[in-house]
């Protein structure tokens, strides 16, 4: 079954309440060029089948015999893979790459705990954080947006960064796997640009959104499978507002729909606010939105002209460069 990491904890809380035992592989940290980030994860059922995926090779294979060794002694396992450079493609670890996977077996009632949260909160679109010491199997449930202890500070860091990582808190060794609800992407403005956007950002696991009123722009023919809202977008914006996961992109060229939008995505916490044109057009929509009141330090958060200076030309290359440059803010924003 081919599924996204984020489905593989509520895949996992189906088996048990089927009765299953399973086991859960993380990655818990890499070294080199390693296929899979921290935080990627593998169920592994009693009878064998599996989701997720912890490596691109063999690898697989020797975590789901452990995976089942572990549900057969109720014990976790800390697991270290590498390889040297000439043997990494056949286990999926190119250029000698390393990693770390913890495996922990989860069953009944205790393992359906361990899942709930981590479920209930991705369905209500909050972000948890589950922390597990990895030499006890011990585990906690940390709200990054209130808890102050040094636990909760290293969870807020790492939903900061997106990124689940391992860290020494007291001496002890914990992985803070984060679980967010998927990134948003509104796009400004159904034009030919939005087509491969809206595309290949649904392919990278961004929830999107194209919001214009013309109704013969916003069309399922011309974005099937995207959310389409024929409202403006200040009507919009207020309807379903930015958050911190929330990336804008205007592409109208419209002032009428492009400078409302903008309006609202500087007024909220997103991490990424783009805008298409030449640097005369930015120029003219930085004095509009000026008049508006914002000031030159706030008007920076503006990519304009938008996208990575690649030199792209056609529609589907303006959208890489887009999502590149969108990429590099959300993984390198300190």
């Known amino acids: 079954m081919n599924v996204d990491d984020a489905d593989v904890p509520a895949i996992a809380a189906r088996w048990i309440g089927e009765g299953h035992r399973i086991a859960l592989g993380t990655v818990v940290q ?137 860290t020494e808190i007291d001496g002890r060794p914990w992985f803070l796997g984060v679980f967010a609800p998927p990134l948003d992407l509104a796009i400004i403005g159904a034009v030919h640009v939005a087509q491969p956007l809206a595309k290949m950002a649904t392919i990278i696991g961004y929830s999107v959104r194209v919001i214009d009123p013309r109704t013969s722009f916003a069309t399922a023919e011309r974005f099937p499978g995207i959310a389409l809202s024929h409202e403006w977008p200040e009507e919009a914006l207020a309807r379903s507002p930015l958050g911190a996961r929330s990336a804008l992109i205007v592409l109208a060229h419209d002032p009428k729909l492009d400078d409302p939008a903008l309006a609202a995505a500087l007024a909220s916490p997103a991490f990424y606010i783009g805008a298409l044109g030449s640097k005369r057009t930015h120029a003219a929509r930085l004095a509009r939105l000026k008049a508006r009141g914002f000031d030159d330090g706030t008007l920076a958060h503006i990519h304009g002209p938008v996208g990575l200076a690649i030199g792209a030309k056609s529609p589907a290359e303006i959208a890489v460069s887009i999502l590149a440059q969108m990429t590099e803010r959300l993984r390198t924003r300190p």
Do not use: Y
């Open 30 to 166: 890499t070294w080199g060029s390693a296929p899979r980030q921290a935080g990627s994860q593998i169920a592994v059922r009693d009878d064998g089948a599996f989701v997720g995926s912890v490596s691109g090779g063999c690898v697989e294979g020797a975590v789901i015999e452990e995976a089942r060794a572990a549900m057969n002694d109720n014990s976790i396992r800390l697991l270290e893979f590498g390889v040297a450079d000439e043997k990494a493609w056949s286990v999926g670890l190119a250029c000698g790459g390393h990693i770390q996977i913890f495996v922990e077996p989860l069953a009944g009632a205790k393992g359906a705990a361990a899942l709930a949260a981590v479920n209930d909160a991705r369905r209500t679109g909050r972000t948890i954080v589950r922390a597990v010491d990895l030499s006890t199997g011990e585990e906690r449930l940390v709200d990054p947006a209130t808890d102050s202890l040094p636990l909760g500070l290293a969870a807020a860091q790492a939903v900061r960064t997106d990124q689940s990582l391992r």
